[in-house]
Nanobody
């Protein structure tokens, strides 16, 4: 079992920045792939970014490419999402996800991940 706890959400003005953190505990090892998804009420959960266990591979949704950066510190079992140039349409609950499976081209799918955090609210005001 892997427990994921997100933090760092909040209210920010358009153009501002936030950094989300996701701390993993339990049955973890440095090779777990991780991702960030987001969801607004009435819509499906949407892929935002993903990172391989080593951190050598990262992927982004087109809507956040160039503004968001995913990274990890395996010494702290923590994955980060740095969000810059935030827009009102970035408003959502952001979820951290992890899998003990090997990195694959299914990184964008919610079904690739076995463990999920509780979510953290990000609100961007115009």
């Amino acid at each position: 079992q892997v427990l994921l706890v997100e933090s760092g959400g909040g209210l920010v003005q358009a153009g501002g920045s936030l950094r989300l953190s996701c701390v993993a505990s339990g049955r973890t090892h440095s090779n777990y792939a991780a991702g960030w998804f987001r969801q607004v009420p009435g819509k499906e959960r949407e892929f935002v970014a993903a990172i391989s266990g080593s951190g050598g591979s990262t992927k982004y949704a087109d809507s956040v490419k160039g503004r968001f950066t995913i990274s990890r510190d395996n010494t702290k079992n923590t994955v980060y999402l740095q969000m810059n140039s935030l827009k009102p349409e970035d408003t959502a609950v952001y979820y951290c996800a992890a899998t003990l499976a090997r990195w694959s081209n299914r990184y964008y799918s919610s079904t690739f991940y076995d463990y999920w955090g509780q979510g953290t609210q990000v609100t961007v005001s115009s």
